[in-house]
């Protein structure tokens, strides 16, 4: 399998299910900042132009979210996927959330805050969007009231979705969008910290300045 991705970006969560999976990949470096993303080459295996891409065989996958339950679902022997019908429904409802109801407005300052060229950024997205993120990121942090995990008793992919998510807002720190979240806080710390988790975002982008 080939994992085409860059350090800092959205292929942290397929590396993070790689690694867990403990399955032989090969990374392929695309570099956004020197144009790769455009490159034909590149919109030959992803016409959106966007990481990550997952190649496995003759089988090209794209969107980071279907990556991570195609890889579990690959390989069930691993259990990154219950297998009760309600679990996985619980695991599909958060992985939703964590990319709707927590990235996009993360996605949104970003954007307007870096990522668009200045003349396309509108300030007063960014109040709107850090609200939407908070209102939402309160509901997870109930969620977590005595949980270890989003779902059940055991680690699924859905854990690694959510706190590469928090991790997007741990990174937008100016923000200060995780001070009074401290469940969510300790649940991403906690994650992190397991044995074959990948870099934090900030390390990602650290290794690309060595
Ligand atoms: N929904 C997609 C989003 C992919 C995405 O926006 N990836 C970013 C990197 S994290 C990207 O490639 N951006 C390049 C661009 O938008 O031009 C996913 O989760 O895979």
Same mark, same amino acid.
């Given at each position: ?132 993120? $908070? #209102? &939402? *990121? /309160? !509901? %997870? +942090? =109930?969620? @977590? ?20 998510? $928090? #991790? &997007? *807002? /741990? !990174? %937008? +720190? =100016?923000? @200060? ?24 975002i900030a390390e990602a982008f650290a290794s690309l300045r060595r």
């Amino acid at each position: 399998m080939k994992l085409y991705g860059f350090p800092p970006t959205r292929s942290i969560r397929v590396l993070w299910t790689l690694r867990e999976l403990d399955v032989e990949f090969e990374f392929v470096n695309v570099d956004p900042t020197k144009g790769e993303l455009r490159r034909p080459e590149f919109l030959a295996v992803n016409p959106a132009g966007k990481l990550p891409v997952l190649v496995d065989g003759d089988f090209i996958l794209t969107e980071s979210v279907a990556i991570v339950l195609y890889l579990a679902e690959k390989y069930p022997e691993k259990g990154l996927l219950p297998s009760g019908l309600r679990a996985r429904a619980e695991v599909n409802r958060w992985l939703l959330f964590s990319a709707t109801e927590l990235e996009q407005p993360l996605w949104r300052i970003a954007r307007h805050t870096s990522l668009y060229p200045p003349e396309k950024r509108l300030a007063a997205e960014i109040p709107i969007a850090r609200q939407d993120f $908070l #209102d &939402m *990121a /309160a !509901v %997870l +942090e =109930k969620h @977590m009231d005595g949980r270890q995990f989003l779902v059940g008793d055991n680690v699924t992919v859905a854990d690694f979705v959510a706190a590469y998510t $928090l #991790d &997007m *807002a /741990a !990174v %937008l +720190e =100016k923000y @200060m969008l995780l001070d009074k979240l401290p469940r969510l806080r300790e649940f991403m710390e906690r994650m992190y910290k397991r044995p074959n988790a990948p870099p934090r975002i900030a390390e990602a982008f650290a290794s690309l300045r060595r």
